[in-house]
């Protein structure tokens, strides 16, 4: 009998291929459409998983997208695919996911309402259901495993660890009572979550890229700063339902990002920091609408002269600046904002009451104006920051706009905080071999005195107070990591609390109240 060696090496490559996994042709649209779109959308912009588009994913820390992909997320319901996609497939899928959207979809009101989910079975209370101080509650950011834990600021029991959209950023934002607090994340998810009750209440998207929140003074509205579409969204924190959505146009009629929107409490006002046009924009939320207090500025024409109407109930005052102006701080009064250069190389101070500049300032290095706090010294109040490029923190006279000192750190930091019953300001060195390291300086010499090392290798960041200022905490910025709980006057290590990836912690009353050394 003739063995026909075609058929038969035809036959036995279609058994061995029978028995082995899958393997892609290496084409990612399809490859999305069958492994990615029940959870990622159709359109790449999310649904029960984050969006993947280059503006949410370059802000994914940890392993990067071929990784995820190929083993996974722990603690997610992300799967890997190496049994269903080989190398190459991967990192085709992987290419795909950075290309930008050939077409943004809106997203108005009516995409945002439509997001909207209340839970059916949260139920308020009037009091909490817990016994520890309603203003000691710390929560903490979980950035390993998207979970907040929530924190009693006295034993330090975690008194409830709940889910969180994807890549929160921006930091939470507390009511003014400290019962509700709200959680957005990258790609525009904007979460209710109830601390007497440890519930959440309710979750809308209300942009498909953000930046951060801000709650009004009154706690009735909560901005959120969009890249994607150039919106800033105000939501009602009541219901999560949108008061209004204003496109972000320049003057001159160039649409721009938002950098981050603040709120200016002695102003009832939000002040925007506009990525692409050289503008600050501040939007009235103001009990006296009809006044239209901000109504885009004044008219000097022989038909009108004074305020121009704005139809809408947050009327919009835009003001030109002598730079980009992408990160801000503002003094007590809320009357002057500082602003760092787009360039690095400095900073300006703009009066916000005339809309003009009043100083320069000297802020090489990029300095993080974002994470800037204040402090009484000399008989004057001092700014300082961290810079992001140069090893060094910045103090600022507030009343001469000068440099007062420039104190070397072993590397550039990301945060710094201290407290009003503190002696110290913490400031950490996020960036660079030194990142295990945290500096504790005197806020009367400028000087440091200690230098902590609570974890060799590891990165170490961000540093909030209890309510007394009697403790403070820092975080180890691992997926195996913790919040560390430091005596705040003898510096000795207290307690550590394991935590996934833990980055931000928030005090109610430290945030509520504007404390001194509290970030604004």
């Known amino acids: 009998m003739t063995r026909n060696t075609s058929s038969f090496k035809t036959a036995l490559l279609a058994t061995v291929v029978a028995g082995l996994p899958f393997v892609s042709q290496a084409d990612p649209i399809e490859d999305y459409k069958n492994l990615c779109a029940d959870c990622h959308g159709e359109n790449r912009l999310g649904a029960q998983g984050p969006a993947l588009i280059p503006e949410t994913l370059k802000r994914m820390r940890g392993p990067k997208i071929e990784a995820v992909i190929r ?95 994807f890549a929160v950023h921006g930091g939470p934002k507390f009511t003014p009572d400290g019962k509700f607090v709200f959680i957005m994340s990258r790609d525009g998810w904007v979460q209710k979550y109830d601390i007497y009750a440890l519930k959440q209440v309710g979750r809308v998207r209300a942009g498909l890229n953000s930046r951060n929140i801000a709650m009004s003074g009154d706690g009735k509205w909560l901005a959120v700063a969009n890249y994607l579409p150039n919106t800033l969204t105000i939501l009602s924190t009541e219901d999560l339902s949108v008061a209004e959505v204003h496109d972000v146009v320049g003057k001159d009629g160039t649409p721009s990002r938002i950098a981050a929107v603040y709120q200016a409490p002695p102003r009832e006002s939000f002040v925007l920091a506009l990525k692409d046009v050289p503008e600050i924009w501040e939007v009235s939320y103001s009990k006296y609408p009809d006044l239209n207090i901000f109504a885009g500025g004044l008219a000097h024409d022989y038909r009108i002269e004074g305020p121009v109407p704005q139809d809408t109930d947050f009327p919009v005052r835009k003001i030109s600046t002598p730079d980009y102006m992408d990160d801000f701080f503002f003094d007590q009064s809320y009357e002057y904002v500082m602003g760092a250069s787009r360039k690095g190389e400095g900073g300006l101070v703009m009066d916000l009451v005339i809309g003009q500049k009043e100083a320069d300032l000297d802020l090489p290095g990029m300095p993080h104006l974002g994470s800037g706090i204040t402090w009484e010294w000399n008989g004057t109040t001092v700014m300082a920051t961290p810079h992001l490029k140069d090893g060094m923190v910045s103090v600022i006279d507030m009343e001469s706009w000068q440099t007062v000192k420039k104190i070397k750190t072993e590397g550039p930091g ?107």
Do not use: C
Request: net charge negative; glycine share 4%.
């Open 71 to 165: 083993d996974g997320r722990v603690a997610t319901q992300m799967p890997g695919y190496t049994e269903e996609l080989d190398d190459a497939a991967i990192a085709e899928l992987a290419a795909f996911l950075k290309t930008p959207l050939e077409v943004i979809p809106p997203w108005g009101d009516a995409e945002i309402m439509a997001s909207r989910v209340m839970d059916e079975d949260y139920a308020p209370v009037d009091s909490p259901v817990w016994t520890s101080d309603p203003m000691n509650i710390t929560l903490a950011v979980e950035t390993g495993d998207h979970h907040v834990s929530v924190l009693d600021g006295d034993t330090f029991e975690v008194l409830d660890r709940f889910e969180t959209p």
């Open 414 to 520: 990301f945060f710094m905080r201290s407290h009003k019953n503190s002696p110290y300001v913490w400031v950490d060195v996020f960036f660079g071999p030194n990142k295990d390291k945290m500096h504790v300086i005197d806020k009367q010499t400028l000087e440091i005195v200690k230098t902590l090392r609570p974890e060799p290798d590891a990165t170490v960041a961000h540093v909030e107070f209890t309510k007394d200022g009697s403790h403070a905490l820092v975080s180890i910025w691992e997926n195996d990591g913790a919040v560390i709980v430091y005596d705040a006057k003898t510096l000795e290590e207290i307690k550590r609390l394991p935590m996934n990836k833990p980055s931000g912690k928030y005090n109610v009353w430290n945030k509520i109240t504007f404390e001194e050394g509290t970030s604004h």
